[in-house]
């Protein structure tokens, strides 16, 4: 991730990323005049996509739609919870804007529960909260679009598969603010919180067949 131990900043990379997708965005825009464009975003694209949804021309809103999952700047997600704080000048970080709900661009944003950067804790204070949070960052957020071929038995969290992700996304509540539809997918099975332990029952299970 980051060569030489180099990296930019949260708003280097976030402003790389929305004018390298302002600038995709125009040349779809100019290479038709009627078909419509996706814009997909997940994670800290999901702050890119969100920044650039204040970008589009009232005339294109109708030919845009959007779709996000685990997005950071989703209006419950970890940005968002912050973004009562101002920019951090020594990290380079701004936790604004938020994914917007009435600007004329529909969107449709996923995310797991308990995943903290789509889905982070309302209340702080509750310790178990954050652990779990902490924990679904670790067993659930990098999940949601495997299996890869860097990870061929990787897993989509809480053991959904194809089938059962789509009758769980079909199931799950569809809350709407304005054009945004929110649809948060269930958690199943343990707990993130509990997962370590599952690890290890099942590590313990194959040594002893081994």
């Known amino acids: 991730w980051c060569p030489g131990y180099s990296c930019d900043t949260w708003n280097q990379s976030v402003g790389e990323g929305v004018t390298n997708l302002n600038t995709a965005l125009n040349t779809a825009l100019a290479a038709s005049d009627t ?23 009232d005339k294109d809103k109708g030919r845009i739609s959007v779709v996000t999952i685990g997005n950071i700047n989703n209006p419950l997600g970890f940005w968002s919870r912050l973004s009562f704080l101002p920019t951090i000048p020594g990290l380079n970080i701004s936790f604004n804007p938020q994914l917007p709900t009435n600007n004329g661009v529909k969107s449709t944003n996923y995310s797991f529960e308990y995943d903290p950067v789509g889905d982070a804790p309302q209340y702080w204070g509750n310790p178990l909260a954050l652990a779990n949070a902490l924990a679904g960052f670790v067993y659930v957020h990098g999940y949601y679009l495997d299996p890869t071929s860097n990870g061929p038995t990787d897993t989509l969290p809480y053991g959904y598969d194809d089938g059962t992700l789509a009758t769980a996304i079909g199931n799950a509540d569809h809350r709407t603010y304005g054009d945004a539809t929110f649809v948060l997918i269930p958690q199943q099975g343990a707990l993130p919180l509990y997962q370590p332990i599952v690890d290890m029952v099942k590590f313990n299970d194959t040594l002893r067949k081994t």
């Open 35 to 57: 078909d419509p464009i996706i814009i997909f975003g997940y994670s800290q694209g999901g702050a890119v996509v969100s920044q650039e949804m204040y970008n589009i021309a």
